[in-house]
């Protein structure tokens, strides 16, 4: 069993930064690979970024590219989604997720809600404009 816990979510200006953190339970956190996912109200969750279990693949949509950088820290087991630049439509709930079957990659496996074991209750992130 993995637990998962978000934190670092709140209100922002557009044009400012939060950095979320995902602490998790667990001996073999190094062994996961790691995603943030967002849900906006009446949106389907949709994916953010993702880090390889061995933190030396780094996948993001195309919309957070260049603001968003996605890091972990196995000696913590936490991962972390510093975001800069952000702007009204980063607006949502922020998502940490697992996944324990590293034997896949790729983006397009990242960028799957299937792909994912274990989800976090979600951090809201608010930019006002």
């Known amino acids: 069993q993995v637990q998962l816990v978000e934190s670092g979510g709140g209100l922002v200006q557009a044009g400012g930064s939060l950095r979320l953190s995902c602490a998790a339970s667990g001996r073999t956190f190094r062994s996961y690979h790691m995603a943030w996912f967002r849900q906006a109200p009446g949106k389907e969750r949709e994916f953010v970024a993702a880090i390889s279990w061995r933190g030396d693949n780094t996948y993001y949509t195309d919309s957070v590219k260049g603001r968003f950088s996605i890091s972990r820290d196995n000696a913590k087991n936490t991962v972390y989604l510093q975001m800069n630049s952000l702007k009204s439509e980063d607006t949502a709930v922020y998502y940490c997720?697992?996944?324990?079957?590293?034997?896949?990659?790729?983006?397009?496996?990242?960028?799957?809600?299937?792909?994912?074991?274990?989800w976090g209750q979600g951090t809201q992130v608010t930019v006002s404009s």
């Open positions: 997720a697992a996944d324990l079957d590293i034997v896949y990659s790729g983006y397009y496996y990242h960028t799957l809600l299937s792909s994912y074991d274990y």
